[in-house]
Every structure is written in structure tokens, then in C-alpha cells.
């Protein structure tokens, strides 16, 4: 069976929006990646760093989801990382409220043997340095999947173009696509990013949806319209978790199957932010997903006559 390995933070976050607040629960980009994958059945890996401070009930969430947990290093003397953020009243903008990288800080990953030959590559927000040297662990992966942020292209602009141009797709928000490429068309601005690597690129529109992109053609998949929204911590990463997710698990990399890919991403994600944190992700089951896919065909699916074949 194809593998997929996830990289990225294993991490506690405490999220404040206009509903509620939360106290440490459990986050991070691979956290979300993984939840969302396992949903397709598919051998996966986390590769990431906690503290001894990460409860065992939080390792076994993952692990009974089928997750590989052997390349997660525990510090037993180190601290989990831990992010907070807080919403604004629209949910579309948050402010980071604490970062603090504790034994992310200091994080090599090691790939472990069985999974160097794994056929796709989820590498979640990382230092591109990181992000990098798993690149280089890799035996001959047919999928690189880059998710990054503007904090790195503020500070590690280098070595981020240096991992840009060794991936297969790279999924960035419309506003980071922005800043990267100093366009304002979201158009140019990947076919910018294109000119640095990527075959494809995402574009990750929030409630507006994603945009995929490949050499001329574009398709386009919205976001479900949710009568609530109750945190939206994660639904990147989500999105992410079931697009690379999917792909694993049918192998097609195909641009056809990249747009099936992408609305399995956005369907997941609709589900992340229904609840805080990872909470409904962890009581999902295949049938929610297949009744929400059946949604998102319901959503865009219509027939046209052109008007000029109307008698
Ligand atoms: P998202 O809402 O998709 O941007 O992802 C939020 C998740 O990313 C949270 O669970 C955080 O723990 C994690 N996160 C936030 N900042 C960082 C960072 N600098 N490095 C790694 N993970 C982060």
C-alpha cells in the first residue's frame, strides 16, 4: 500500500474565538494532517518532536487512527511546543498570542527506515531547513506537498525558495501568494509559483474555497457554506490532511484527480471548524464524509443550455 509521511508540529494550543475558550487542548499542522488522512485508510507516519509533558491519551488518539507514531521523539525533559491565537468577531483573522517552539525548537527529523520509500510527502509548517533535510531522507517520493506561512518567507527567504523548487505542489493562502510573489492576481501570482517549481499550486481562499492550479488550467472548489463556524484552528492543515490523504490512497496525480483531491480537502476541512480545536475530526467516520461529498456535488453541480442552442 502506498505510505504517506507527515511532518510538521505535534503541538498544545489554547484558541480564544467570540464562542468560547479553550485551555491547552491538542493541536499542530501534523496533528490535523494526520487526523484528516486517516479517514482514507492509508499507512501514514507523523514525524515530529513533544515533551514529556504530552499526555499518552493524546499519543493513542493518534495511534488507534492507524497513525505511525516511531519517528515522533519524545523529550522527557523538554515542553511540548504551544501556540495560542484569538479569533477576531468575523473568524476570518486571527492574532497569534503566543509561540513558544520549546523542543520544536531544536527538531531533526529522522525519517525511519519503512517510510523513506513512501510515494507522497506532507510537509506541514516547518522551518524550510527542516522541511529540507526530509526532502533529502526521502528515497524517489512521486508527491511533494509544501505548506508554509509568511513568517518564513519574513526571516528564511533562502532557504524557502531553496524547498519551493523541490516540490511537486505547493499549498499557500491568497494573501501569503501575495506577499511571495508581489502580485496581486491570484492568477499570476501562481503561475509565478509555479516558474519557482511546483507543478501545482493551491490556493487557499478561507471560506471562499481553494483554487488549483497546473501549466494553463484552473479549477476551482468553494468551501461549504456552514451555518456555524465555530473555530477555524486547523482547517489548512485539515484540508491538506485529506488532499495528500486522498492522493495516497488512489495514487493518480493526475490534475483530474487533484480536483477530486481538493474537495476531499475542503469536505474535511468544512467538518474542522465545527468544533474546537480537533474535536470533530476525532469522531468522524467515513459515512459523514461520503454524505458531505455528496453536498459539495449538490453545492456546484447544474445543467446549462447555452443560449444560443435555445430554441
Ligand atoms: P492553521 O489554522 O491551519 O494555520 O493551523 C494551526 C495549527 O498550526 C495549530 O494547531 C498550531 O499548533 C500550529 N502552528 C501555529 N504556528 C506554528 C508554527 N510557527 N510552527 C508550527 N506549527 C504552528
Not at 21 to 43: M, P, R
Not at 107 to 134: C, K, T, W
Not at 145 to 167: A, P, R, Y
Amino acid at each position: 500500500m502506498s505510505k504517506l509521511v507527515i511532518v510538521g508540529s505535534v503541538a498544545f494550543d489554547a484558541i480564544e474565538t467570540p464562542f468560547g475558550k479553550t485551555d491547552k487542548i491538542l493541536g499542530g499542522a501534523a496533528t490535523y494532517i494526520g487526523l484528516a488522512a486517516s479517514q482514507f485508510g492509508v499507512d501514514s507516519a507523523i514525524v515530529s518532536i513533544v515533551g514529556g509533558d504530552f499526555p499518552t491519551e493524546y499519543l493513542d488518539m493518534l495511534k488507534i487512527r492507524g497513525i505511525d507514531l516511531s519517528a515522533l521523539e519524545v523529550v522527557k525533559d523538554g515542553k511540548t511546543f504551544f501556540w495560542s491565537g484569538k479569533y477576531h468577531n468575523d473568524m476570518n483573522s486571527r492574532d497569534t498570542l503566543t509561540t513558544e517552539l520549546n523542543v520544536l525548537a531544536d527538531f531533526e527529523p529522522v525519517i525511519p527506515e519503512h517510510y523513506r520509500d513512501a510515494a507522497v510527502v506532507m510537509l506541514g509548517n516547518l522551518h524550510p531547513l527542516v522541511q529540507l533535510s526530509v526532502i533529502e531522507q526521502m528515497k524517489a517520493p512521486k508527491m511533494i506537498v509544501l505548506d508554509t506561512m509568511n513568517f518564513w518567507m519574513n526571516h528564511t527567504w533562502d532557504e524557502l525558495m531553496q524547498v519551493i523548487s523541490k516540490v511537486n505542489v505547493m499549498t499557500i493562502n491568497d494573501e501569503e501568494a501575495r506577499q511571495l510573489t508581489k502580485e496581486y492576481s491570484l492568477v499570476v501570482a501562481a503561475q509565478k509559483i509555479m516558474k519557482m517549481g511546483p507543478e501545482f499550486v493551491v490556493i487557499k481562499k478561507g471560506e471562499h474555497g481553494a483554487l488549483l492550479f497546473h501549466k494553463e488550467d484552473i479549477f476551482f472548489a468553494p468551501a461549504l457554506p456552514l451555518e456555524e463556524v465555530f473555530d477555524p484552528t486547523g482547517a489548512g492543515d485539515t484540508f491538506a490532511g485529506g488532499f495528500t490523504g486522498y492522493l495516497t490512497k488512489t495514487g493518480d496525480f493526475s490534475f483530474e484527480n487533484m480536483k477530486s483531491a481538493i474537495i476531499n480537502g475542503s469536505a474535511l476541512a468544512s467538518f474542522c471548524v465545527e468544533k474546537f480545536g480537533a474535536e470533530k475530526l476525532l469522531e468522524l467516520n467515513r459515512e459523514a464524509l461520503q454524505r458531505r461529498l455528496q453536498q459539495f456535488k449538490n453545492l456546484t453541480q447544474f445543467n446549462i443550455e447555452l443560449v444560443s442552442n435555445m430554441p
